[in-house]
């Protein structure tokens, strides 16, 4: 939580405050603690960073708070003074008079001051919140609010859109003050447990329940769907990793990253390869990293560490100030340049989205940097399962066997002793923070040759598995037994039958049969009601009785269906065309009229082709009928009867007997 406006006094039980509402947006466990009078531990050096700078920024005098407003607003400080209603107290700067209230009223718009550059999420809730005060105490809800950043400068946000937000927390607080402390929110961590004065504690019961949270990268919504299944423990998680075989000729799949392997590999203590990359050397490789101050986007440190076969080297360009940092990154590609050959290795996006934004601000040409940046996180991420619960560098590093001179050196930790130096220039920040950027650059280089080593040591190294074990140990027979399924596994694949001439098993949807029995010449075949091709015919224009008398077309459809093949290069396939038309009535004679190109398929199921099929089986093959049916059957899931039968048996003898205008 980075410190806001207002004053950072001891919680109070039973009072929500500013402090409450934004922690609430944060982690409702540290909100809940707060509301019940908890203080937890000291919060992190960085946060009473930004409290003492918002102090600062609001008690210097009137009018160095005043200096950032514009003229033409008049502002009422209120240095000190919280807004109270009843259990609600928000902490308010001051007061800017406006006419934006609802019904035209003139309202009090809330000012705070920050300890930041930007615009944060906490100081848009604190501002909403006092807002919403005001709006009890006088029934009028600003609609905007004045923020004063760092600088000082007078920023306007709208409220509006805020105090539903506010109020459902609100409520939700309020709520909470009628349970009893037992009754607390269940220890979720997340990214902002850095910087809560809880962390300690939260850890440690997070650590004591084996909570899924403990994992990196667990979101709520994943978290929420294994308790649905449950899942509540990362032992339990482990549990569900089930290894797969991939198939030798599936298309590559990008890597994806399992939460159930991460767990595996914590409990079995071993490292799991999902994907053997392979990571060529150089004679000469660089490893970047640089630091920042994202609250003002202004780059203080780039870090190069050059590693060649028979020396290291680190190299450090400093800014003292944004006027130095264009300096600094000029230094930076000079250096890299006298490597031209090297790649250049960095963990994160943040390195490369570092040197994006200076190369658009200062106009100078990265291109060929950030061609020959390499990201080690994608060696990681989905590929390689540490036993350890995240993939941060110092995570792995450490894993790996790297140190750092401050053990409890993160990126909060660094601008905090950024900030002790801009305040004091004390040199002994300044090589603290070179330490610490040296320091992730040697664990860089010491994680990518254990990447390295990872593949070579994978069949001997006890503490290290594959994801797909290749066959286990046997003997001469059982190798000879393992090479005859080898050779069987590559001829079998999943989509085997679908290569092939399908035998589609009859459906037992769709309605009912009518007519006699199959065999009987009263039946009549159902064809398939999926039809390739739906060709829409004319109906009839005229009747036949009465030539000069116009049929009236009705809504009644009359359809009719035709089996035929389809032949290809590659064999055959059966097709259904299903011709559909509307029939037609005369209105002298009352006869109704199928249209006539259903009519000329009438008593006929069999296209041209199929029919021809048959007949070669027949004539030339010298099949008999019997064999003939269970062949359409096997192969296109299409039965005759006796009907066909003689339909054939006809049209062989007229083929036998030369008649040339045989009609199929």
């Known amino acids: 939580m980075f410190g806001i406006g207002g004053k950072s006094d001891n919680p109070v039980a039973g009072v929500i405050t500013s402090k409450i509402v934004a922690a609430y947006s944060e982690c409702h466990r540290q909100a809940f603690l707060l509301l019940h009078g908890e203080s937890g531990g000291l919060p992190h050096e960085y946060v009473q960073i930004m409290h003492r700078r918002a102090e600062e920024n609001q008690l210097k005098n009137s009018n160095a708070i005043l200096t950032g407003i514009p003229a033409d607003v008049g502002c009422h400080p209120a240095i000190g003074l919280p807004l109270l209603c009843g259990p609600l107290q928000a902490d308010c700067d001051g007061f800017v008079r406006s006419s934006g ?94 910087t809560c004065s809880f962390r300690q504690a939260c850890r440690e019961k997070a650590e004591q329940l084996d909570d899924l949270s403990l994992l990196d990268r667990m979101r709520p919504k ?48 071993k490292v799991y390869l999902q994907d053997v990359t392979p990571i060529p050397r150089h004679p000469v490789e660089l490893f970047l990293d640089i630091e920042g101050d994202p609250d003002q986007c202004f780059y203080y440190l780039f870090g190069l560490f050059v590693a060649g076969d028979a020396r290291t080297e680190y190299f450090s360009f400093w800014a003292d100030d944004p006027s130095n940092e264009q300096s600094a990154l000029r230094r930076l590609c000079d250096k890299i340049a006298e490597f031209p050959e090297g790649p ?23 291109n060929q940097i950030t061609a020959r940046l390499f990201n080690v996180t994608t060696l990681v991420f989905g590929r390689v399962y540490f036993p350890v619960r995240s993939n941060s560098l110092k995570s792995l590093a450490s894993y790996a066997g790297a140190r750092w001179t401050q053990p409890d050196a993160n990126g909060i930790s660094s601008l905090a002793w950024r900030f002790h130096w801009e305040r004091s220039h004390d040199d002994a920040y300044k090589q603290m923070l070179l330490r610490y950027n040296e320091d992730d650059c040697s664990a860089l280089h010491l994680l990518l040759g254990k990447l390295r080593h990872l593949a070579e040591k994978a069949g001997g190294n006890a503490n290290l598995d594959l994801t797909e074990p290749s066959n286990p140990d046997a003997s001469g027979i059982g190798c000879q ?30 309605p009912a049969k009518r007519g006699a029995l199959k065999g009987h010449k009263a039946y009549v075949r159902l064809t398939s009601a999926k039809a390739g091709m739906v060709i829409r015919v004319r109906a009839k224009q005229r009747c036949p009785r009465h030539n000069a008398e116009a049929l009236e077309v009705l809504n009644e459809v009359a359809e009719h269906s035709v089996i035929d093949l389809v032949f290809t290069k590659g064999g055959c396939r059966k097709t259904v065309t299903k011709y559909v038309g509307a029939k037609a009535r005369c209105r002298r004679c009352k006869v109704i009229y199928s249209p006539p190109a259903i009519r000329r398929f009438e008593g006929r199921v069999f296209g041209h082709r199929f029919q021809a099929w048959a007949l070669y089986l027949r004539i030339s093959l010298r099949l008999p009928y019997r064999v003939i049916n269970q062949t359409l059957y096997d192969l296109f899931a299409v039965g005759t009867f006796r009907r066909d039968h003689r339909r054939v048996h006809w049209l062989s003898l007229k083929i036998l007997r030369g008649d040339r205008k045989t009609s199929a």
């Not at 090479?483 to 098993?505: G, K, N």
Request: proline share 6%; aromatic share 10%.
């Open 222 to 269: 994943i978290r929420a769907r294994y308790h649905k299944k449950g899942i509540l423990t990362v032992q339990q998680l482990s549990y569900q990793f089930k290894p797969r075989r991939r198939r030798k000729y599936s298309r590559p799949i990008p890597p994806a990253f399992k939460f159930e392997l991460q767990a595996l590999a914590i409990r079995t203590g």
């Open 344 to 366: 250049i290795y960095h963990y994160g996006s943040y390195d490369a989205r570092a040197l994006k934004v200076l190369s658009h601000r200062y106009e100078i040409n990265v």
């Open 481 to 510: 037994l393992h090479t005859a399924f080898e050779a069987i596994l590559q001829s079998a694949h999943e989509e085997y039958s679908r290569r092939r001439i399908i035998v589609r098993q009859p459906s037992n949807h769709g």
């Open 101 to 194: 209230g609802s019904g035209g009223q003139d309202a009090y718009q809330p000012l705070i001051s920050s300890g930041l550059s930007r615009i944060s999420e906490e100081a848009t809730l604190r501002l909403a919140f006092a807002g919403y005060v005001i709006g009890h105490m006088g029934g009028v809800r600003p609609k905007a609010g004045a923020l004063i950043t760092q600088g000082p400068r007078y920023r306007t946000i709208s409220l509006s859109e805020l105090y539903p937000v506010v109020e459902s927390t609100v409520n939700r607080l309020l709520s909470w003050l009628a349970k009893p402390t037992t009754d607390e929110p269940a220890v979720v961590l997340n990214k902002h447990c850095a």
